[in-house]
Each structure stands twice: as structure tokens, then as C-alpha cells.
T-cell receptor, first 114, second 111 residues
Framework: GAGVSQTPSNKVTEKGKYVELRCDPI?????LYWYRQSLGQGPEFLIY????????DSGLPNDRFFAVRPEGSVSTLKIQRTERGDSAVYLC????????????FGNGTRLTVT | GENVEQHPSTLSVQEGDSAVIKCTYS??????FPWYKQELGKRPQLIID?????GEKKDQRIAVTLNKTAKHFSLHITETQPEDSAVYFC??????????FGAGTTVTVRA
């Protein structure tokens, strides 16, 4: 079946611009997660959704970052006033449920802020 | 929060030999320990995981061991093949969603 789908695969933007990154989870998965992976590092947790609500957003680095999942399926990660330090691969993952279910990652969106 | 350290950062092995990657974690409350394999430019893929009520788990050529007292866990790959070449990440969490990852081990299998 289809895995986690993320679009775009690559995004280049200028410093100060606004970007949106989209994630389409595996059908039937109620839990959705955003992670960020910098070059040569492991992924870092950003936010977790159970259904439509953000159950844990403790990993968001600052208030320029925001994510939504209005219908409990597709999620959008929004970054305002982008900075060069935001450049990374943004990974989305989903799982059947949050507890005791493995995470399935998408291929990520590579964000480059120039 | 949880802090996971992973060693070595790079590992080169001859095809057919074994590879071992070790991780330590800081939070004794962590109870879920997955391992992910990531090929260049691709998604991390879960290869094996273990929970704190189990000391060892094996799946074909891959095995993971967990020592809760010492707070460390290891990945063992036997009879390595060229397709095992990738970056391997360990992770730990108390809740399975909020994974804390190690920095990764780049494994190269020499033919």
C-alpha cells in the first residue's frame, strides 16, 4: 500500500519568506508526527498529532513554527519568516496509534533557506 | 529529556563479517528502543525494535540486545552484505512517538 507522502520533495526559499510543507499519512493511521533532520544528525521531534489535535508540540523550536491537521488526516507544517538555520530535511511519520505502534516515515521535504 | 549516544559514528566491515553498533540512553523511564536504517536520500526505515520487558530480539541476520540496568542497547548484524551499507540510527523513548535519536552510524560493507 501507499506509504507516507510528503510534498514538495525539495523547497528552496529566501530568508524571511513563509513556507508550507505537506504530509499525507498512511490511510487509517490516527497518529502523525513531524521530525526535523539536520545534515549528519538523527531526526529531532517537533510535534505529534492524535487525530486533529496537537497532543505534544514541545519540540517546535519557536513560534515561527506551526502545524495543523484540520481533518485528522493530511497535515501541514508552516514556517514563518524563515531563517537559514531552518534549512533541514523535514520528516513526517504516521502510526496506527500513538501507543505501541511503530512510526513509518515519509521521504521528507528538503528545505533550503538562502 | 532523553539523551541518546551512539557509537561508532562510522563502521567499515568486510562482507560476511558482523557489525555491532552500541547506544546508551539517559532516562531510565525509557521503555521503547527502535533501530532505523536510512539509505542516502531516503526515508528512515524501521528494521527492528525492542521493549524494556525483553532482553533480546532477533530477526534473521539482525538482533538487538537491551541492558536496562546499564542503560544501553546494541544492534548486531551478522553475515553482512553490500546492501546493508547505510546509516543506522538508534532511538529511545518513554512514549513510542517521541523518539530521541542517536547521531547515526554510517556502515560500509566492503565487497
Amino acid at each position: 500500500g501507499a506509504g507516507v507522502s510528503q510534498t514538495p520533495s525539495n523547497k528552496v526559499t529566501e530568508k524571511g519568506k513563509y513556507v508550507e510543507l505537506r504530509c499525507d499519512p498512511i490511510s487509517g493511521h490516527t497518529a502523525l508526527y513531524w521530525y526535523r533532520q539536520s545534515l549528519g544528525q538523527g531526526p529531532e521531534f517537533l510535534i505529534y498529532f492524535q487525530g486533529t489535535g496537537a497532543a505534544d508540540d514541545s519540540g517546535l523550536p519557536n513560534d515561527r513554527f506551526f502545524a495543523v491537521r484540520p481533518e485528522g488526516s493530511v497535515s501541514t507544517l508552516k514556517i514563518q519568516r524563515t531563517e537559514r538555520g531552518d534549512s533541514a530535511v523535514y520528516l513526517c511519520a504516521s502510526s496506527y496509534r500513538a501507543q505501541n505502534s511503530p512510526l513509518h516515515f515519509g521521504n521528507g521535504t528538503r528545505l533550503t533557506v538562502t | 529529556g532523553e539523551n541518546v549516544e551512539q557509537h561508532p559514528s562510522t563502521l567499515s566491515v568486510q562482507e560476511g563479517d558482523s557489525a555491532v553498533i552500541k547506544c546508551t540512553y539517559s532516562d531510565s523511564a525509557s521503555n521503547y528502543f527502535p533501530w532505523y536504517k536510512q539509505e542516502l536520500g531516503k526515508r528512515p526505515q524501521l528494521i527492528i525494535d525492542i521493549r524494556s520487558n525483553v532482553g533480546e530480539k532477533k530477526d534473521q541476520r539482525i538482533a538487538v540486545t537491551l541492558n536496562k540496568t546499564a542503560k544501553h542497547f546494541s544492534l548486531h548484524i551478522t553475515e553482512t552484505q553490500p546492501e546493508d551499507s547505510a546509516v543506522y540510527f538508534c532511538a529511545a523513548s518513554m512514549e513510542s512517538y517521541k523518539l530521541s535519536f542517536g547521531a547515526g552510524t554510517t556502515v560500509t560493507v566492503r565487497a
